[in-house]
């Protein structure tokens, strides 16, 4: 067993002492900003921010072809006087000056046109007469560990280290080799949104299949907090980049891709030569009707700037995309792998030892201006709730499986209330409608020849132990066809697809046949999602879904068998298990944390539902969901509040009443008001001239309040996920947190437990797509790594801060020790085609609780405070169920989040004036 986990994670060390790097500024300056913004506004009339100069292109532009530049900053498009460019070294004007001219040549629809085409000249102009002219660099000291501390003690990074950083260790890294296994690894440097990437090139190749696949080594670099940490941290987290070579999609299927582009600058010297890899993104323009670069891509600029080489056209590089990743010429470009345009022989993921070996290569290389964070330790024993034993004394899977059996009977009998169940099962497949009829009887312990039996050769009846079953199966004939979207362009698309929505829905109800006095449940088998991808918007299972919640039943979804289906049986078990957790038929294991826990203690859980125009019905909206799971009122205890009625329902009901009582609106519409209660118990004043991000913010955290004034009759443990609610409640942003605190709005913070004496409040958060977790191995302080699951923390009496690690789940085929995929093994040659399975951290910040201070600030001083780490312990051991591998998030949320899946509004079509109540 691991006791130490290594998170690969550093920090700025106090004892290096400042840290301060000479670089050379830029800014845009008043004049040129003056004359970039007139030529812009020019161009593009009709633009929504003529005054905001469209610089992405530019910066892309100048990180990859200009020699020192180290970081472009923000919002210098708006602002001349901002910093704009950091670099170690001053860019000559003669590669200045025609960057920004080709750049502003492009903003003209006329190639030709020659007010854009005199703007180099003028730039590279040394007359002082002249209006317009290149800025003067200056140099500027840049403190990099540059930190303000919060009121709650959380260190924040000057906001410019958030970009400026980790490009700047990014290229000390890229400077160094990395050495592993006899093979040797270099690191080109590739701008992101949230920070920097190393790519390992030229990329490595895997011989599969009579075909060479490509992959590199990458590592990406971002710059966080951590909840009350006296310093910032630099993540760097480590996976395997793959390499496309053969698209197996059409050029029209293609939405948009990473494309990286190798190419030389077109002038010598620098110090960062050949050190940078050019983002570029390729698409299908639906407009034009062919491939192009797209999202400001600086790609189509390089033959204004090289007229020498030959770089690659859109279409070509789609047609022959391994020609390109081994270089044409001095060139070469390589497209991002995505699993949507075809297979790869290369598994994902890199293996604990390799991670191990690079985040020791990052250690040295940014010695000694930052260190590692101290490793975490275990806090407690008890890694798991009361499972079911896999081994032992109850090694016969079949008297686990008897067991698992009887908890979900008695789980469904709660939930159904006496009530029967009514399941529609539409099938495509004979195949798939055998082994649901088979997977169901088998799942809640109901053997054939029990009171079971078909009526008839498409209806089935079980009845056994308080629970009533009724099964009919039929084709889904046209039910599960593709949409058919119009094309029109001239409308709204939101409103072109509900239209396609109201049809099937009324074709839904020619096929339904009434049986009211039952639970109804649909499970329909329709293609996977890559079916309908040819076509925009076409994928029936959201207007299925709306369809039956309509007619108050839920719905569970199948996909059709492949021809080498070999899982079959597996998934529908977890179709099933699906369907049960809906029903609210699924409760919590009883933990093993010890007394300090309440035994009355009920569980709370907060989801923000964000749709925008890209969402599942090209509608947006907002709208926060609830659930309360209680596991002292018995199995199948779980609630959802209907904020409408300002009262708890069954679970099943809150996700019927989020698709129904859903707004129906081509605009983004607000959540509804907050419940009885909040204004006896104070409102929060709305902001005085509030925006619409403002208002909805207000609304949201007002609906808050009011919940937590409903829960304040037994002890209550709320759970928070950071990076889904902080959007609208700022407050739980890192720098404005502080211990048994809760603040909202411009309100001071207050104590937590004035919304309830026994109130606690957890939040968690992963890794999500900022990296904002950071990854971790474990090890055994000499040379054996590995993964290890339990709750991990530091040994400071106050920490609040804890990391929660889940096991492998028991279906992951155990790879042998020692693989190597950057540098496989005569023994291990497959290595790259093989999946690595990185658990990954949830971490959990015990926010509020009963400590001394609380209890003292509450006047209840004597008793006996809590401990964050059993709080903690508490949250680990519900992501651990017996039907489940181990979850990403507690139990409740995961809950919480699902129940999002049914908040499907509609755009206003025609025929409709409101949406339809519940039945």
């Known amino acids: 067993m691991y006791h130490h986990i290594r998170v690969a994670a550093y920090e700025p060390d106090p004892r290096h002492g400042p840290w301060r790097e000479e670089m050379k500024v830029l800014r845009l300056g008043e004049e040129l900003h003056t004359e970039l913004t007139r030529m812009h506004a020019e161009?593009?009339?009709?633009?929504?921010?003529?005054?905001?100069?469209?610089?992405?292109?530019?910066?892309?532009?100048?990180?990859?072809?200009?020699?020192?530049?180290?970081?472009?900053?923000?919002?210098?498009?708006?602002?001349?006087?901002?910093?704009?460019?950091?670099?170690?070294?001053?860019?000559p004007s003669e590669v200045l000056a025609p960057v920004i001219g080709t750049w502003a040549a492009g903003m003209y629809r006329d190639e030709d046109d020659a007010e854009s085409a005199d703007l180099e000249e003028r730039l590279r102009s040394a007359d002082p007469t002249e209006d317009v002219q290149l800025p003067h660099?200056?140099?500027?000291?840049?403190?990099?560990?540059?930190?303000?501390?919060?009121?709650?003690?959380?260190?924040?990074?000057?906001?410019?280290?958030?970009?400026?950083?980790?490009?700047?260790?990014?290229?000390?890294?890229?400077?160094?080799?990395?050495?592993?296994?006899?093979?040797?690894?270099?690191?080109?440097?590739?701008?992101?949104?949230?920070?920097?990437?190393?790519?390992?090139?030229?990329p490595q190749r895997y011989e599969r299949r009579g075909q060479t696949w490509y992959y590199s080594a990458c590592l990406n670099i971002t710059v966080h907090t951590v909840p009350f940490a006296p310093r910032f941290r630099v993540h760097v987290s480590t996976q395997v980049r793959r390499w496309a070579t053969c698209l197996d999609v059409r050029p029209h299927q293609l939405g948009g891709t990473t494309v990286l582009l190798d190419a030389p600058l077109p002038w010598p010297g620098g110090p960062d030569r050949c050190h940078r890899l050019m983002v570029n993104t390729l698409g299908y323009d639906r407009r034009r009707k062919e491939l192009a670069w797209r999202h400001h891509s600086p790609a189509p600029l390089m033959p204004e700037l090289d007229i020498v080489r030959n770089y690659?056209?859109?279409?070509?590089?789609?047609?022959?995309?391994?020609?390109?990743?081994?270089?044409?010429?001095?060139?070469?470009?390589?497209?991002?792998?995505?699993?949507?345009?075809?297979?790869?022989?290369?598994?994902?993921?890199?293996?604990?030892?390799?991670?191990?070996?690079?985040d020791a290569w990052v250690e040295e290389g940014l010695r000694p201006m930052l260190s590692r964070v101290p490793d975490l330790t275990r806090v407690t024993r008890s890694n798991t709730p009361s499972l079911l034993p896999r081994s032992g004394a109850e090694r016969d899977p079949g008297v686990r499986e008897a067991r698992l059996a009887l908890q979900r009977r008695a789980a469904l009998a709660h939930a159904l209330r006496g009530r029967p169940l009514e399941i529609d099962v539409f099938w495509q497949s004979p195949q798939t409608r055998a082994a649901l009829l088979d997977a169901l009887p088998k799942l809640v312990g109901l053997p054939a020849g029990e009171g079971v039996g078909p009526a008839d050769d498409d209806t089935w009846r079980w009845r056994g132990e308080g629970i009533e079953i009724r099964l009919?199966?039929?084709?889904?004939?046209?039910?599960?066809?593709?949409?058919?979207?119009?094309?029109?362009?001239?409308?709204?698309?939101?409103?072109r697809l509900a239209e396609a929505i109201e049809a099937r829905c009324r074709l839904v109800v020619d096929r339904t046949v009434a049986r009211p006095d039952g639970v109804g449940v649909v499970i329909a088998e329709i293609a996977g999602k890559e079916r309908f991808a040819a076509v925009p918007d076409s994928d029936p299972k959201h207007a299925l879904r709306i369809a039956w919640a309509r007619q108050g039943r839920l719905s569970q979804f199948v996909n059709l068998p492949d021809d080498t289906d070999s899982g079959l049986e597996h998934r529908a078990r977890w179709t099933w298990l699906d369907t049960f957790r809906q029903l609210g038929a699924i409760s919590p294991p009883a933990?093993?944390?010890?007394?300090?826990?309440?035994?009355?203690?009920?569980?709370?859980?907060?989801?923000?539902?964000?749709?925008?125009?890209?969402?599942?019905?090209?509608?947006?909206?907002?709208?926060?969901?609830?659930?309360?799971v209680r596991p002292g009122d018995g199995p199948g205890a779980i609630e959802g509040w209907d904020a409408d009625r300002a009262e708890w329902v069954p679970y099943p009901k809150l996700l019927l009443l989020a698709q129904t009582a859903a707004p129906v609106s081509g605009e983004e519409t607000d959540t509804g008001g907050p419940g009885e209660g909040a204004a006896s118990q104070g409102r929060l004043r709305p902001p005085a001239r509030p925006g619409v991000e403002q208002y909805r913010q207000w609304e949201t955290e007002q609906q808050i309040r009011?919940?937590?004034?409903?829960?304040?009759?037994?002890?209550?443990?709320?759970?928070?996920?950071?990076?889904?609610?902080?959007?609208?409640?700022?407050?739980?942003?890192?720098?404005?947190?502080?211990?048994?605190?809760?603040?909202?709005?411009?309100?001071?913070?207050?104590?937590?437990?004035?919304?309830?004496?026994?109130?606690?409040?957890?939040?968690v958060r992963d890794a999500n797509a900022r990296e904002e977790v950071a990854e971790w191995y474990a090890h055994d302080g000499q040379d054996k790594v590995g993964f290890a699951e339990g709750v991990w923390g530091t040994a400071e009496a106050e920490n609040r801060v804890f990391a929660s690690t889940a096991s492998t789940p028991h279906t992951v085929v155990k790879l042998p020790k020692g693989l190597m995929k950057l540098a496989p093994t005569a023994q291990g040659r497959t290595a790259p085609g093989k999946t690595a399975w990185n658990p990954g951290q949830l971490q959990i910040t015990v926010?509020?609780?009963?400590?001394?201070?609380?209890?003292?600030?509450?006047?209840?001083?004597?008793?006996?405070?809590?401990?964050?780490?059993?709080?903690?312990?508490?949250?680990?051991?519900?992501?651990?169920?017996?039907?489940?591998?181990?979850?990403?998030?507690?139990?409740?949320?995961?809950?919480?989040?699902?129940a999002g899946q049914y908040v499907l509004p509609l755009a206003k079509a025609k025929g409709r004036d409101s949406a339809p109540s519940t039945p």
């Open 137 to 202: 660099w200056e140099a500027e000291p840049v403190d990099l560990a540059e930190t303000v501390t919060s009121a709650g003690g959380t260190a924040e990074p000057a906001a410019r280290l958030y970009h400026l950083l980790p490009e700047w260790i990014a290229f000390r890294l890229a400077a160094r080799v990395f050495r592993t296994g006899g093979s040797t690894l270099h690191f080109r440097v590739e701008s992101s949104g949230n920070g920097a990437r190393l790519v390992s090139w030229p």
């Open 43 to 91: 161009a593009n009339k009709g633009s929504v921010r003529p005054d905001r100069l469209p610089v992405r292109r530019l910066n892309s532009l100048l990180q990859a072809m200009a020699p020192g530049v180290v970081a472009t900053g923000r919002n210098a498009g708006a602002d001349g006087s901002l910093p704009w460019l950091y670099a170690r070294e001053t860019v």
């Open 312 to 358: 690659p056209e859109p279409a070509e590089l789609f047609a022959h995309p391994e020609r390109w990743i081994n270089g044409s010429g001095d060139v070469a470009a390589g497209i991002v792998y995505h699993p949507s345009i075809g297979p790869h022989e290369v598994g994902p993921g890199l293996m604990p030892r390799e991670r191990a070996e690079l």
């Open 472 to 495: 009919r199966a039929r084709p889904a004939g046209l039910l599960a066809d593709a949409l058919p979207v119009s094309q029109e362009r001239g409308r709204p698309r939101a409103v």
């Open 591 to 628: 933990h093993r944390v010890g007394a300090g826990i309440p035994g009355d203690l009920q569980y709370v859980a907060l989801w923000l539902v964000r749709h925008t125009r890209k969402g599942p019905t090209r509608c947006p909206v907002r709208r926060l969901v609830a659930v309360r």
């Open 706 to 763: 009011a919940l937590l004034f409903q829960l304040r009759d037994r002890p209550t443990l709320l759970f928070v996920d950071v990076g889904n609610l902080r959007q609208c409640w700022p407050g739980l942003r890192n720098g404005g947190l502080d211990r048994d605190m809760l603040g909202f709005g411009t309100e001071p913070a207050q104590r937590h437990t004035l919304y309830g004496d026994d109130l606690r409040v957890v939040l």
């Open 847 to 898: 926010l509020g609780c009963l400590s001394e201070k609380a209890l003292a600030d509450s006047g209840h001083e004597g008793d006996l405070p809590d401990r964050p780490a059993e709080w903690a312990t508490l949250t680990h051991q519900l992501r651990y169920h017996d039907d489940y591998p181990p979850l990403a998030r507690p139990l409740p949320l995961h809950l919480a989040r699902l």
